[in-house]
């Protein structure tokens, strides 16, 4: 059975979810993730999802002034396609919907998992973009 929690920046927790994206998001952009790149990691939320004590997957929720914006999220792949995806959105989701100052939620979306994003209710916004030297989009939902 699979945990979804928010962890703190300086928990073990982060360390794992932190040591997981250094590991997919290289195996993606095809270079090591700069220290440069996760220097605002102290100004966002982890949400992690755990088995047991391993973090399986997460993403980072950055607060903006009138969103939320998801970026960087992780599975591991043996945890790919089985819903883990589904399931770290469904929490972030319900953060948003807790939080009244903000009603919408923006993702940066690597060009393949646009798909996925709209498939749960996201919409396209403006052009492509570069973000970790690859091909994002912009996704936006509100959450209400």
């Not at 047991?52 to 043996?78: A, C, N, S, W």
Request: overall charge neutral.
């Amino acid at each position: 059975m699979l945990n979804i929690k928010n962890v703190a920046c300086d928990s073990e927790d982060y360390k794992k979810l932190l040591a997981l994206r250094r590991k997919m998001i290289a195996d993606v952009i095809g270079r090591p993730l700069k220290d440069s790149e996760t220097a605002d990691d102290a100004k966002c939320r982890h949400i992690v999802a755990l088995r047991r004590e391993d973090v399986v997957g997460g993403l980072l929720l950055f607060t903006e002034e009138d969103h939320y914006r998801i970026t960087q999220m992780v599975i591991e792949e043996k945890w790919q396609s089985r819903g883990l995806g589904n399931d770290l959105l469904e929490f972030t989701e319900m953060v948003v919907r807790n939080d009244k100052a903000r009603d919408t939620l923006v993702a940066h979306a690597p060009d393949f998992a646009v798909k996925f994003y709209q498939n749960r209710g996201y919409t396209l916004e403006g052009a492509e973009f570069k973000e970790l030297d690859y091909k994002h989009f912009k996704m936006k939902k509100s959450i209400e």
